[in-house]
């Protein structure tokens, strides 16, 4: 069975860090790339992030670069989105998602939320001001 499960969310204050995990089991981690996405109330999905496994090769959305890392623990299949410098506008449930490959036109990180083969259950970040 394919599980992708996100976990590390939580209230922070403006300014502070927080740390998502997204385990992964029951497919091949090497040959996916893991992308992060969240979703504000009101707001669409929108692309935060993806690692291409097998060449650590990283994408970021403009909003967090600079501010957020992702990095993974292969032994552990668990990718990580660390998140710093927080702002209130980060706030959204954040969700991992696996598909083949990381995207980017010119440089930009590009993404298709209908071409992701798992998603996993969300973890709330609230960014408090």
């Known amino acids: 069975e394919v599980q992708l499960q996100a976990s590390g969310g939580g209230l922070v204050q403006a300014g502070g860090s927080l740390r998502l995990s997204c385990a992964a089991s029951g497919f091949i981690f090497g040959d996916y790339a893991i992308h992060w996405f969240r979703q504000a109330p009101g707001k669409e999905r929108e692309g935060v992030s993806c690692?291409?496994?097998?060449?650590?090769?990283?994408y970021y959305a403009d909003s967090v670069k600079g501010r957020f890392t992702v990095s993974s623990d292969n032994a552990k299949n668990t990718v990580y989105l660390q998140m710093n410098n927080l702002k209130p506008e980060d706030t959204a449930v954040y969700y991992c998602?696996?598909?083949?490959?990381?995207?980017?036109?010119?440089?930009?990180?590009?993404?298709?939320?209908?071409?992701?083969?798992?998603w996993g259950r969300g973890t709330l970040v609230t960014v408090s001001s």
């Open positions: 690692l291409k496994i097998s060449s650590g090769s990283t």
């Open positions: 998602a696996a598909t083949w490959v990381c995207t980017s036109y010119s440089g930009e990180y590009y993404y298709d939320l209908y071409n992701m083969d798992y």
